[in-house]
């Protein structure tokens, strides 16, 4: 059966010895890094940080820092299966042949049998914070080398939709925070975020965009898989059931119902600023550059949300898998 959401995956993690918690009070500048980095390379289990400084919110992290968490994030025996599975949505074979088109077919229709489904009432809604109130301040954001540029959220599913063919995308870009109700936006150039973006920009309109924080592993999964269509549908595709998502409160566009956290805001056209210095996966620091800016709407949450990240770094890390 497919995670409910990613409190399940957690649980399961924890029954099988895979999660430890961290009860000890911990900092998010620059100490869990620091101990994440350490678990990661040792080949170490997920940690649930449940006394974060200055927060009230748990930071949980490395949960798919193995082969083995992949594995049971993605409810696989062979993590190459989702790689074929990836390649059935990509590159579909020309049937020939009666019996081939038939079976054709049947695999297009396996993989449309689990779109995306509309709710009304959604987890993700318990708070609604909107105006004054919509702010970044309570949730523990980690800064992580010592000269980023600031606190960044790393592991963000970032949905936006084309200005035009209304189209939607789910990615992964990370977003320097700026203040309590301003981030980056590290849309690199041939990303469809990016194009979405462009498109508003020749209109002259402002780009609509919804942040999910948490959701269930195939969706957090899916927004990091290169897809030419509708990652939600990707996510239904390998849990084989749908994902169900709930619309926002101040822009035109849904997220996943299960979230942990959602950012709904706006990037305006022509409004670049510095993102970066970012330690990256090269074991360096990427420059500093102009990215669009993300302004922040509305804020809603669980009750008692869990805020997911994700520490980049000189492989091994929990990237690599």
Same mark, same amino acid.
């Given at each position: 059966?497919?995670?409910?959401?990613?409190? +399940?995956?957690?649980?399961?993690? %924890?029954?099988? @010895?895979?999660?430890? &918690?961290?009860?000890?009070?911990?900092?998010?500048?620059? %100490?869990?890094?620091?101990?994440?980095?350490?678990?990661?390379?040792?080949?170490?289990?997920? $940690? $649930?940080?449940?006394?974060? #400084?200055?927060?009230?919110?748990?930071?949980?992290?490395?949960?798919?820092?193995?082969?083995? &968490?992949?594995?049971?994030?993605?409810?696989?025996?062979?993590? +190459?299966?989702? @790689?074929?599975?990836?390649?059935?949505? $990509?590159?579909?074979? =020309?049937?020939?042949?009666?019996?081939?088109?038939?079976?054709?077919?049947?695999?297009?229709?396996? =993989?449309?049998?689990?779109?995306?489904?509309?709710?009304?009432?959604?987890?993700? #809604?318990?708070?609604?914070?909107?105006?004054?109130?919509?702010?970044?301040?309570?949730?523990?954001?980690?800064?992580?080398?010592?000269?980023?540029?600031?606190?960044?959220?790393? $592991? *963000?599913?970032?949905?936006?939709?084309?200005?035009?063919?209304?189209?939607?995308?789910?990615?992964?870009?990370?977003?320097?925070?700026?203040?309590? &109700?301003?981030?980056?936006?590290?849309?690199?150039?041939? #990303?469809?975020?990016?194009?979405?973006?462009?498109?508003?920009?020749?209109?002259?309109?402002?780009? +609509?965009?919804?942040?999910?924080?948490?959701?269930?592993?195939?969706?957090?999964?899916?927004?990091?898989?290169?897809?030419?269509?509708?990652?939600?549908?990707?996510?239904?595709?390998?849990?084989?059931?749908?994902?169900?998502?709930?619309?926002? +409160?101040?822009? /035109?566009?849904?997220?996943?119902?299960?979230?942990?956290?959602?950012?709904?805001?706006?990037?305006? *056209?022509?409004? &670049?600023?510095?993102?970066?210095?970012?330690? /990256?996966?090269? @074991?360096?620091?990427?420059?500093?550059?102009?990215? *669009?800016?993300?302004?922040?709407?509305?804020?809603?949450?669980?009750?008692?949300?869990?805020?997911?990240?994700?520490?980049?770094?000189?492989? *091994?890390?929990?990237?690599?898998?």
């Amino acid at each position: 059966m497919p995670y409910e959401d990613l409190r +399940e995956f957690i649980n399961v993690l %924890e029954d099988k @010895g895979m999660l430890r &918690r961290v009860k000890t009070r911990v900092s998010a500048e620059l %100490e869990i890094t620091e101990i994440l980095d350490r678990v990661v390379k040792a080949n170490g289990p997920a $940690l $649930l940080f449940e006394n974060v #400084k200055g927060y009230d919110i748990p930071i949980v992290a490395n949960l798919f820092g193995s082969m083995e &968490r992949m594995k049971l994030a993605l409810e696989v025996e062979r993590f +190459e299966s989702i @790689g074929e599975k990836l390649l059935e949505f $990509l590159k579909p074979e =020309i049937p020939r042949g009666i019996t081939a088109k038939v079976k054709a077919i049947g695999k297009v229709k396996e =993989i449309l049998s689990y779109p995306p489904k509309l709710v009304k009432h959604a987890p993700c #809604k318990e708070v609604v914070l909107e105006g004054e109130k919509a702010s970044l301040k309570k949730f523990p954001i980690l800064k992580c080398w010592p000269k980023d540029g600031g606190k960044f959220i790393t $592991l *963000p599913l970032v949905i936006t939709k084309d200005p035009e063919t209304k189209e939607r995308n789910m990615g992964m870009y990370r977003m320097h925070v700026y203040d309590e &109700r301003t981030t980056g936006m590290h849309w690199h150039v041939h #990303k469809d975020g990016a194009k979405h973006y462009r498109k508003a920009e020749e209109l002259g309109e402002e780009l +609509e965009v919804a942040v999910a924080l948490g959701s269930d592993p195939a969706t957090i999964f899916s927004a990091t898989a290169p897809l030419p269509f509708d990652e939600l549908l990707f996510s239904g595709f390998l849990r084989k059931k749908s994902v169900k998502l709930v619309k926002c +409160e101040t822009v /035109d566009l849904e997220v996943p119902a299960n979230a942990e956290i959602v950012l709904e805001g706006y990037v305006k *056209p022509k409004e &670049r600023r510095i993102e970066g210095p970012f330690g /990256d996966h090269t @074991g360096f620091y990427s420059k500093a550059d102009y990215y *669009p800016v993300f302004h922040i709407t509305c804020v809603t949450h669980r009750e008692k949300p869990i805020y997911p990240a994700t520490i980049v770094g000189k492989a *091994p890390m929990e990237d690599s898998y």
